[in-house]
């Protein structure tokens, strides 16, 4: 199965900046294309808020959004070759702490079979002290 492989995470420290990095594995015999790949982050007891994404635009430029809470302070990019992306966080403040999960949208393509998928990272701590 295509899965995602979260890095970058720990402690830091008000005001500080951290890089979150995703990549794609992909098993043998399969070929993950992107379409979209994000950022999102839950708290315990709270809904999985989406942070970041990127959205690939074929002919035209990659669309970007961001939540209004991280508006200027993060900025997330993508690797096509290297079927990874990237969060880079700065300024970043208490509020910012969480479980930080990288998302994925893409076709899973086998010699037999193509199929739509959206794949989900385990998740990376990101802790901000003040």
């Known amino acids: 199965q295509v899965q995602l492989v979260e890095s970058g995470g720990g402690l830091v420290q008000a005001g500080g900046s951290l890089r979150l990095s995703c990549f794609v594995s992909e098993p043998a015999g399969v070929t993950f294309s992107i379409d979209a790949m994000a950022w999102y982050r839950q708290d315990p007891g709270k809904e999985r808020e989406l942070v970041a994404e990127?959205?690939?635009?074929?002919?035209?430029?990659?669309?970007?959004n961001y939540a209004e809470a991280v508006e200027g302070r993060f900025s997330i990019s993508m690797d096509i070759p290297r079927k990874t992306v990237n969060l880079q966080m700065t300024n970043l403040n208490p509020d910012d702490t969480s479980v930080y999960y990288c998302n994925a949208r893409g076709r899973a393509e086998v010699v037999t079979a193509i199929k739509y998928v959206e794949v989900w990272g385990q998740g990376t701590l990101v802790t901000v002290a003040s």
């Open positions: 990127i959205i690939r635009g074929g002919t035209v430029p990659d669309r970007r």
